[in-house]
T-cell receptor
Framework: KNEVEQSPQNLTAQEGEFITINCSYS?????LHWLQQHPGGGIVSLFM???GKKKHGRLIATINIQEKHSSLHITASHPRDSAVYIC??????????FGKGTRLSVIA | SAVISQKPSRDICQRGTSLTIQCQVD?????MFWYRQQPGQSLTLIAT?????????ESGFVIDKFPISRPNLTFSTLTVSNMSPEDSSIYLC??????????FGSGTRLTVV
């Protein structure tokens, strides 16, 4: 079974800071997902990656398949970015395996 | 991508009772998944629900405790039966697969007292 590790577990940043959240996994995958969970519990899918890099607004996600590692970057962070960010990996029809999440607080 | 409406968004229930959570998808999807997130923990898959067949449960989860219905390709329910305080969690549904991505419901925050 894939083991997914995220770091850091908790992160506090000042508004405007550049933020990086890391994810590593133990077994080869077909895709890695970055998810955002807000305090009410709902989850939004931010990115699905199988290689390279994707950008959406201030969010950038990268993946290195050989090193089994992915990063999520947030540029010019804002208090509305405060949420839990979850890395999840999957392969074909097997269920997603989730990391424990990184709790981000951005202070104005 | 699909949009999933999940309800209720939260509930407080007495121990020994049951709660049914509903997920409605705005398009037909083959597979739906149900997850539990206990306080401070990561999401754990409860079961996979395909239309027209019995749900497939993960280790540690049983049908008597978490019966699931999937009457058509746009709807599914999860019931949490004979609840105890240990069932207090966030419950989520999703559709999708690893090649095409996933859409999640908005979650149900359950507190059992």
């Amino acid at each position: 079974k894939n083991e997914v590790e995220q770091s850091p577990q908790n992160l506090t940043a000042q508004e405007g800071e550049f933020i990086t959240i890391n994810c590593s996994y133990s077994v080869g995958i077909s895709a890695l997902h970055w998810l955002q969970q807000h305090p009410g519990g709902g989850i939004v899918s931010l990115f699905m990656l199988s290689s390279g890099k994707k950008k959406h607004g201030r969010l950038i996600a990268t993946i290195n398949i050989q090193e089994k590692h992915s990063s999520l970057h947030i540029t010019a962070s804002h208090p509305r970015d405060s949420a839990v960010y979850i890395c999840a990996v999957g392969s074909g029809n097997t269920p997603l395996v989730f990391g424990k999440g990184t709790r981000l607080s951005v202070i104005a | 991508s699909a949009v999933i409406s999940q309800k209720p968004s939260r509930d407080i229930c007495q121990r020994g009772t049951s709660l049914t959570i509903q997920c409605q998808v705005d398009s037909q999807v083959t597979m739906m998944f149900w997850y539990r997130q206990q306080p401070g923990q990561s999401l754990t898959l409860i079961a996979t629900a395909n239309q027209g067949s019995e749900a497939t449960y993960e280790s540690g989860f049983v049908i008597d405790k978490f019966p699931i219905s999937r009457p058509n390709l746009t709807f599914s329910t999860l019931t949490v039966s004979n609840m105890s305080p240990e069932d207090s969690s966030i419950y989520l549904c999703s559709d999708g697969d690893s090649n095409y991505g996933y859409t999640f419901g908005s979650g149900t925050r359950l507190t059992v007292v």
